[in-house]
């Protein structure tokens, strides 16, 4: 497999240079100054691309070209944004970008409830807390028939919360959920968000009638227009699943399991709409085997995204070692390589470690707990390497 780092451009403190030391070899990132729905320009990709080419490095993977709003619950400018995604294909695919990952979650991409959970042994890492979830949901967005979505011992608890929960810990929830794990990410909540429970409704109110069905025609729709711009460049699309891969918050989510992924890669059956294999997404639900996923979608992956969870019985899940939990990377690595060998692959959601803490950096994207998964993750590929020599 090829090491790839996801990288957020000049302004990251964490530098090409850096990633040259310990031993990344392409590059994953976007341009993440143009505004979502706007035209990637042929010259911007060959400036950022020259510039990292000038570092010895190469840029692998674009992380991510954003679908927005509009194109996912079909809005009235939806026919414009898919004319200028297919422009940013193609300009992509002029410069000799190959793959490009996106995802089809409604109003909200990954979610965390803790984004600094402590482990016993000083590090900490990111946290769903399900309970604290149905909070927001239930209390702080008062959804309409939230209460329906939860068990009866679930909304006990979430009512036990509300009595306990303080003023400080509720402004922390809000902006963890919405603001810090969607900032960096996530067109809609980019910039300085001054109310985001307010915008963050109002986006809910944009699914409204919105079934998986329709999700899945709108997906449809939108492959079907922009996969020959991608067979036309060689460009291989694909998508990332949906982390945590379960419907939340009323919306209906779609890249959760092996029958969604299925339905995807049959919708548009061309090599050119794929998938992007997070095994940190998908092994946080409990209903996914992770390396039978692995052996019945590798030949449609095209990007690898090595991290894992554990979860527990009530659904909570956190962050594991790259060595362990549901993921199972070294037989992913094993039945990739064996599959389809030489994707790229980046390591995900690296613990907080040392002095992560005293640099500026994205929510699970630290640089010491990255490149210590890294590490790992170089050893599993040489151990399994070493096992293809009889
Ligand atoms: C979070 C990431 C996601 C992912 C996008 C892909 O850390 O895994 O934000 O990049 O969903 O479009």
């Known amino acids: 497999m090829e090491k790839t780092w996801r990288w957020f451009g000049k302004n990251d403190n964490i530098t090409l240079d850096m990633l040259r030391q310990i031993g990344v070899e392409g590059i994953v990132t976007a341009l993440h100054d143009v505004p979502g729905g706007e035209v990637w320009s042929f010259e911007a990709i060959n400036d950022l691309k020259t510039y990292i080419e000038s570092h010895d490095l190469r840029w692998s993977v674009v992380e991510s070209l954003p679908v927005s709003e509009s194109i996912k619950f079909a809005g009235a400018n939806r026919e414009q944004l898919i004319e200028n995604y297919k422009i940013s294909l193609a300009n992509l695919g002029k410069a000799g970008i190959k793959t490009v990952v996106y ?211 009530n659904g909570n899940f956190i962050e594991a070692s790259h060595l362990e939990g549901r993921g199972h990377l070294v037989e992913l690595v094993r039945i990739f390589e064996r599959e389809n060998p030489g994707l790229p692959m980046r390591v995900d959601h690296g613990k907080l470690m040392l002095t992560d803490g005293e640099t500026k950096h994205n929510p699970g994207y630290s640089f010491l707990g990255r490149m210590f998964a890294l590490a790992q993750v170089s050893g599993i590929m040489a151990a399994v390497e070493s096992e293809k020599i009889d």
């Open 103 to 313: 995802n089809f979650m409604p109003v909200i991409d990954w979610i965390r409830t803790d984004l600094n959970y402590k482990l016993a042994d000083g590090t900490s890492t990111l946290y769903f807390d399900k309970i604290r979830f149905a909070y927001f949901d239930c209390c702080i967005l008062n959804r309409a028939r939230a209460a329906a979505d939860y068990s009866v011992e679930e909304m006990k608890q979430v009512n036990e919360l509300d009595i306990t929960i303080s003023e400080e810990e509720k402004a922390e929830l809000i902006h963890t959920i919405i603001v810090k794990t969607q900032g960096f990410v996530n067109d809609s909540f980019k910039g300085n968000v001054q109310k985001p429970v307010e915008l963050f409704n109002q986006l809910l109110e944009l699914y409204k009638g919105i079934d998986k069905n329709q999700l899945r025609a709108n997906l449809k729709y939108f492959l079907e227009s922009v996969i020959p711009t991608a067979e036309q460049y060689g460009i291989n699309l694909c998508i990332h699943p949906d982390d945590p891969p379960f419907p939340v918050l009323g919306l209906p989510r779609i890249v959760g399991n092996t029958e969604d992924i299925e339905w995807i890669l049959n919708a548009v059956d061309s090599k050119n709409n794929g998938f992007t294999f997070c095994a940190g997404s998908l092994s946080s639900g409990l209903h996914n085997n992770v390396p039978a996923m692995a052996q019945q979608f590798a030949k449609r992956t095209h990007f690898v995204h090595l991290r894992s969870t554990e979860v527990a019985e």
